[in-house]
């Protein structure tokens, strides 16, 4: 979920080469719930920016934190004073921008809980 | 004749009781009763009289009356008694002796049985300690006057109607009128508030504060404008007061001219509202120019870290050309966000001066300047029903507009062929002649909800919502600065997802 287009193509391009499959894009919060409730094969992370028109990140991650079986979120913003409040919220991790391309490899490791 | 003097000893002993009683009652009285001849030779008197001057009425009988009383040989000059010894008729009259006593006398004629004078009876009564008191109550009067009148604040006296009853004369400086007795005095506030509209609010406010004291009888004090009919506005301060003169309760108010202190009051106020906007609007730019910096800086890397990957390690992305275009494209993503902050700063900060130039050039060189920025995106730009020359009031940030909205139209655009056709029209609003300039683009459209916010003015609030950066600020700051408009509308109306239709209206210059 990124409303800067280049990044995310960018994201698309690295999570390529980490070996996984991006499932759906959105350009803000609302589109990125619409989504996620039209996958029929739900992503288990979630790239989430904050500051996107419509609605944010963190009020769509409070919404999808909520269902029986949330998806991991990773937020990626460049938004340093949201941090501290996407961190509060249990189930979420925050990266923040510019971060490397190992960086959010190793997040994705991370909270999928994969050695 | 022999009855008639009978007659008259029969009378006698009555005559003598009457006069016995006569007498009695003329001694009983506290004025002063003097019978005079015509030259003021003192005939009878009675014992207030003698005891005025501490004498004995067989002492003062046969005396001259200006002797007695006032230690001259000559008639006092203004004597009631004189007079109406010479006019025969009763006269009344102040009468001070050098002693510093005053007298109120009449002096009454008296006439003989042919009606001739003969003389004339005095009555006197000493008014020296009634004067002294009139003097020092005028003495008061005056003292407090004078303080009242010299007084810098306005005072005034209202009954409990709110007639003015008095005021002195900074009352007049203050209402700005130079006829008190003509204007205000004995007006109601109802009246004299009512002759500025402006000054009609007053009216109910006074009316609160003469309930509130006669309801409370607290003092109050208030802040309220007057505005004056030459012009301008004067701020006072008002203190009202229940007052009780006599058996009479009044309203005194003492209002002071307070402009001086409310103007500085107010500049405060704006320069604090200046330097909270500057507060508001530096922490603005500075979040803006962090996240957006940081979404550049995050692009260049993630670019540049994968062009290395696939160097070093073949992770077989094949799309070097598309990652350096990226950096191309955030660099100059980079050059628009400085400049469009500098742009904004240079708007906020100083007047810029207006004049008239031709558009259509200048929004041809940018165009031009945009395809070649672009040039790894197919972008069709058509201008519909071009004008030959269209002239508006401008300055050097008018390609800024133009720029702003065509990246705009580029960036959020994930359509393999940009299409963007700028319509020329032209339109008449409140009597002014517009040029209006419609950028319709295919792109991803903005939300119903964002389309007035992606211009809002208020810093604080787009600052969570909007990931839009700078842009649309500035163009909406510049737009206004030429006396135009911008609005967005769906491209297809109701249907956002079509692509956006950016209007501008501009005054066009003949």
């Known amino acids: 979920m990124e409303d800067d287009l280049s990044l995310q193509k960018l994201y698309e391009m690295m999570i390529f080469t980490f070996g996984f499959k991006v499932v759906g894009k959105a350009n803000n919060g609302k589109e990125a719930i619409e989504k996620f409730y039209a996958l029929t094969n739900k992503p288990d992370v979630i790239l989430m920016d904050h500051r996107m028109p419509v609605q944010n990140g963190i009020d769509t991650a409070l919404i999808l934190l909520k269902l029986k079986k949330p998806p991991k979120i990773i937020f990626t913003s460049a938004d340093i004073s949201i941090k501290n409040r996407a961190l509060a919220i249990n189930g979420l991790t925050f990266l923040e921008k510019p971060f490397t391309v190992k960086a959010l490899h190793d997040e994705i490791i991370k909270v999928l809980g994969i050695s | ?510």
């Not at chain 2, 006092?76 to 109120?104: A, D, M, Q, Y």
């Not at chain 2, 062009?307 to 955030?330: A, M």
Request: with cysteine; hydrophobic share 40%; aromatic share 8%.
């Open chain 2, 1 to 510: 004749m022999k009855g008639d003097n009978a007659q008259n000893r029969g009378f006698e002993p009555i005559i003598k009781k009457y006069e016995k009683e006569k007498a009695l009652v003329l001694e009983s009285i506290s004025e002063l009763i003097v019978f005079q001849d015509k030259k003021q030779n003192i005939l009878w008197l009675n014992k207030a009289a003698a005891d005025s001057v501490e004498k004995t009425q067989e002492d003062l009988i046969g005396g001259i009356c200006y002797s007695v009383w006032h230690n001259s040989n000559k008639i006092c000059v203004n004597c009631p008694v004189e007079l109406s010894l010479k006019i025969g008729e009763p006269t009344s009259g102040e009468i001070t002796t050098p002693h510093g006593r005053t007298f109120f006398i009449k002096g009454f004629p008296v006439r003989d049985n042919e009606g001739e004078i003969i003389g004339a009876v005095e009555v006197a009564r000493e008014i020296t300690k009634l004067k002294q008191t009139e003097k020092n109550l005028i003495d008061s009067e005056e003292k407090y006057r004078n303080l009242f009148e010299s007084s810098p604040y306005s005072i005034g006296i209202f009954d409990l109607d709110g007639t003015l009853i008095d005021c002195n004369k900074a009352t007049a400086k203050l209402l700005s009128t130079h006829n008190l007795e003509n204007d205000i005095i004995e007006k109601n506030f109802r009246e004299f508030w009512g002759h500025h509209e402006k000054n009609k609010p007053l009216i109910p406010l006074f009316e609160g504060i003469l309930n509130k004291l006669k309801k409370d009888g607290e003092t109050l004090e208030f802040e309220f404008p007057i505005y004056r009919s030459a012009g301008g506005v004067l701020w006072a301060h008002a203190i009202a007061s229940l007052l009780k003169i006599g058996n009479e309760e009044r309203i005194r108010f003492i209002v002071q001219d307070i402009t001086e202190r409310k103007l500085a009051e107010q500049e405060l106020e704006t320069s604090e509202i200046k330097y909270r906007e500057a507060y508001n609007r530096i922490n603005f730019y500075k979040d803006i120019f962090s996240h957006d910096i940081n979404n550049i800086f995050q692009n260049i890397q993630t670019s540049v870290e994968l062009i290395d990957l696939n160097e070093e390690q073949s992770i077989g992305i094949k799309k070097d050309d598309e990652l350096l275009d990226i950096i191309r494209k955030q660099i100059k993503r980079g050059t628009n966000l400085v400049s469009n902050i500098r742009r904004l700063s240079e708007i906020e900060n100083k007047d810029l001066t207006l004049q008239k130039e031709e558009i259509i050039k200048v929004l041809k060189d940018v165009i031009d300047a945009l395809i070649k920025v672009f040039k790894n995106r197919e972008i069709n730009i058509q201008i519909y029903n071009e004008p030959k020359e269209v002239y508006v009031k401008v300055n050097e940030l008018l390609p800024d507009i133009f720029e702003n909205l065509l990246i705009n139209a580029v960036r959020h655009n994930q359509n393999s062929i940009i299409e963007i056709l700028i319509k020329f029209s032209r339109v008449v609003k409140d009597g002014v002649n517009f040029i209006k300039l419609e950028f319709i683009d295919n792109g991803i459209g903005i939300f119903p909800e964002m389309k007035e916010k992606i211009f809002q003015r208020d810093l604080v609030e787009r600052k969570d919502k909007i990931g839009l950066g700078l842009g649309l600020t500035l163009v909406k700051k510049i737009v206004g600065n030429y006396n135009g408009q911008i609005w967005v509308e769906d491209k297809v109306a109701g249907d956002h997802s079509k692509g956006s239709n950016f209007i501008i209206i501009l005054p066009e210059e003949v």
